[in-house]
């Protein structure tokens, strides 16, 4: 974000104009929604086939998934996301329709029973996770659920600085884990490179049971023809001598049905057993059924890539609106930058130091509801109040075109003021 280069004359008259121009925002008494990363309609439609349920409900050995049974999740699904989440099918597990109760479910079993490798419960012991910031708001709650105690490290254009992270890791053993978006994160859209997940499977740690939580949450979730790649993450710390490091999330959330998906959960053999012994006492196993529709709709690896596809026709032009409307009403102005990703689902937006939560207010009063300020950081706190994360996938694009010009209209308002100070 370059310095604004007004003359004081023409910054009060941009003022003026934000001022009119804001007056007018609010008169047309808007309605809109950017708080949520959620699909839209028509997206959610495209997997309407698998509501039509057609032959015996049996697994591919002729068991049958109408009964109880059955924990690791059905294999012909497993198959079909192993490729995506890079985890071999035997050590993948298919669950039930939500990826954050699997990390919520990895941390009170660590809390409560010692993960391989570890000396004792983590309940034991003051916890610590690293966060890299901005991030995902639901993995700062889940560690404040439990006061497990949250330290920041930035993002970089290839992940977290790993310099930080090191830092941190070598000589506290309180410091048991670290959250990872790796591909097109939450908000940034940053996809980390190689070099950075070499590092974080490597890198030696104090505490002999430290977990990378890696939430592959956009895994397939390409905007362009050509899909960014990261390294396979458990490959890396197998190689490394530390087979057990890393916990791989996944979902088809984000896929097929937001509120009836199927998540993944991925490790090394000890993980994995460790894992069913803490899940075998509270299911008695998935939603198979719902296992075998995701099957029969995707099929295999390659119908799972043509579905994404499907999608980011539908997603793209959202993401390009949203690029084009503020180049157009803030480029050049110095009050706003932002980021352009090629997957995910978020757009960040960066405003003038202590601005974010004077945008946010603004633009709610303006009837454009936008996740709340510092909700990219932990416990709602951006320092720097600089951070507005952007979700355009629920609403048409209409909406989103009127959004982000009020959404603009909001920043040049506040900004403006701030300079005029």
């Known amino acids: 974000m370059s310095a604004p280069t007004w003359t004081t004359q023409e910054l009060t008259a941009e003022h003026e104009k934000a001022r009119k121009d804001y007056a007018d925002l609010v008169a047309r008494g808007l309605k809109l929604d950017l708080t949520r990363g959620k699909p839209s309609a028509r997206q959610l439609d495209l997997s309407n086939p698998m509501l039509d349920f057609d032959g015996a409900a049996v697994d591919a050995k002729g068991t049958d998934l109408r009964n109880y049974g059955g924990l690791h999740g059905l294999p ?72 497990i105690k949250m330290v920041t490290v930035a993002m970089t254009p290839t992940g977290p600085d790993m310099d930080a992270v090191e830092r941190l890791v070598a000589d506290d053993p309180r410091v048991k884990g670290i959250w990872c978006v790796p591909k097109h994160s939450n908000p940034d859209g940053v996809t980390y490179s190689d070099e950075t997940a070499r590092r974080l499977a490597a890198m030696p740690t104090a505490a002999p049971d430290f977990r990378i939580f890696w939430d592959n949450a956009y895994a397939v979730h390409d905007l362009t023809d050509e899909p960014a790649e990261i390294a396979d993450m458990l490959a890396l710390c197998a190689e490394a001598g530390n087979p057990d490091r890393a916990f791989v999330f996944g979902s088809s959330s984000k896929i097929t049905f937001a509120g009836a998906g199927v998540a993944f959960f991925g490790s090394s053999a000890a993980n994995v057993e460790w894992w069913l012994s803490h899940t075998v006492k509270r299911s008695i196993g998935p939603d198979k059924i719902n296992q075998l529709r995701h099957a029969r709709f995707l099929r295999d690896a390659g119908g799972l890539r043509e579905h994404m596809r499907q999608l980011a026709a539908l997603i793209r032009p959202k993401f390009e609106a949203v690029d084009k409307i503020l180049s157009a009403e803030l480029g050049g102005t110095g009050l706003a930058s932002w980021t352009n990703p090629t997957g995910g689902y978020f757009i960040s937006l960066q405003v003038p130091e202590g601005c974010a939560r004077a945008v946010v207010a603004k633009a709610k009063e303006a009837g454009i509801a936008l996740t709340p300020a510092g909700a990219t950081f932990p416990y709602g706190d951006d320092p720097d109040d600089r951070v507005i994360r952007i979700a355009p996938t629920f609403p048409e694009l209409p909406e989103i075109e009127a959004a982000i010009t009020g959404l603009a209209v909001c920043v040049r308002l506040v900004g403006t003021e701030k300079l005029l100070g």
Request: hydrophobic share 45%; charged share 25%.
């Open 76 to 147: 012909e699904l497993r198959a079909i996301f192993s490729e995506a989440l890079q985890v071999p099918v035997e050590q993948l597990l298919a669950a039930g329709n939500s990826s954050l109760e699997l990390m919520h479910d990895a941390i009170v079993f660590a809390l409560l029973g010692k993960v391989p490798g570890a000396e004792r419960r983590w309940v034991e012991d003051e916890v610590t996770f690293i966060c890299p910031v901005p991030g995902y708001d639901r993995h700062y709650g889940i560690c404040e659920r439990y006061g």
